[in-house]
């Protein structure tokens, strides 16, 4: 038998964003840029397709991720496109595998075989995070790890090792947000936002002195664009740490389910000044602040479809 949810019908434009969580998929090419920074330099012209592809993959893990909360929903996320009846269990699923397929085919057009060695793998973390592991101890490292690959999605093939810091201190923030999302509904204890924080700190701290941890031939060659690449990546280390750090402050003082879900909303949105810092660090200061100045807008455009 059909229960309500399932009886098809078409969804508007405006429930299938809010069950792919439009907005938070600005936070998805910054880190394809931090990785071909810090891969080679430079972005080529394969990038904008690789990060096309991350952003169908983004997109077709936050429709699983309903798809698979269905029921849970029910009972703590009544608002939510499918709970709510605006959008069928049938379509979310549909919508998961066209946009999975989207992104893999994309992979395999931008970059071939190599893109896909990293694609797919990203691809089988996605889904095993959204079906089986989201509320299990790997839950945190299966998504910290597909934020990883993504920034190594960026990378040149053959040149993927001098993006594994940029890949390393993404995965670190992309675990302190999915720790603190699973007290999204009940709260969390104080030690976890507070620990989480610390987290974030040391993140902050790593990815404003990573220019310094570079050969000078990575940062312009003894030009001024050394000293503007760490000038970058401090601005942008401190604007994420204040973003994001802040409201997980917040949550540490008084960690309600409100609270809390404020600190994973930032957590999502503060990427954009992390890979600022990252992207300036690798010695691309002017793809930067391109990354910095979206985060306004996104944080405006998250005030009418949730990122979480």
């Known amino acids: 038998m059909q229960g309500p949810n399932d009886i098809p019908h078409s969804p508007r434009l405006a429930d299938l964003a809010a069950l792919v969580r439009l907005p938070a998929a600005l936070s998805v090419p910054g880190d394809l840029l931090a990785g071909a920074v810090a891969s080679t330099g430079r972005v080529r012209p394969r990038t904008a397709a690789t990060m096309a592809s991350s952003v169908a993959l983004y997109w077709a893990g936050m429709a699983l991720n309903d798809y698979a909360d269905a029921t849970v929903d029910a009972v703590e996320r009544p608002e939510r496109p499918l709970p709510s009846g605006r959008v069928t269990r049938r379509t979310a699923l549909a919508t998961a595998c066209g946009l999975t397929a989207a992104g893999l085919g994309l992979a395999a057009l931008a970059g071939g075989r190599a893109a896909l060695g990293v694609a797919v793998p990203l691809t089988g973390l996605v889904w095993a995070y959204d079906l089986r592991l989201k509320s299990t101890a790997a839950g945190p490292a299966a998504m910290a790890g597909a934020r990883a690959l993504n920034v190594l999605a960026g990378a040149e093939p053959g040149r993927r090792i001098p993006a594994l810091p940029a890949a390393l201190l993404v995965g670190a923030h992309t675990y302190t947000v999915t720790a603190l999302s699973r007290h999204e509904v009940t709260g969390a204890p104080r030690s976890v936002p507070a620990a989480t924080l610390a987290g974030t700190a040391a993140t902050a701290l790593a990815a404003g002195a990573l220019p310094s941890l570079r050969p000078p031939g990575r940062l312009g060659r003894g030009r001024p664009g050394g000293r503007a690449a760490r000038i970058g990546a401090a601005a942008g280390a401190l604007a994420y740490l204040t973003a994001y750090g802040a409201a997980q402050a917040r949550a540490a003082h008084r960690p309600s389910a409100a609270h809390v879900r404020q600190a994973v909303g930032a957590g999502i949105l503060s990427l954009l000044p992390l890979q600022a810092a990252l992207t300036a660090g ?27």
């Open 282 to 308: 690798g010695g691309a200061p002017a793809l930067a602040g391109l990354l910095a100045a979206a985060h306004p807008t996104a944080r405006r455009l998250a005030r009418k479809v949730s990122p979480t």
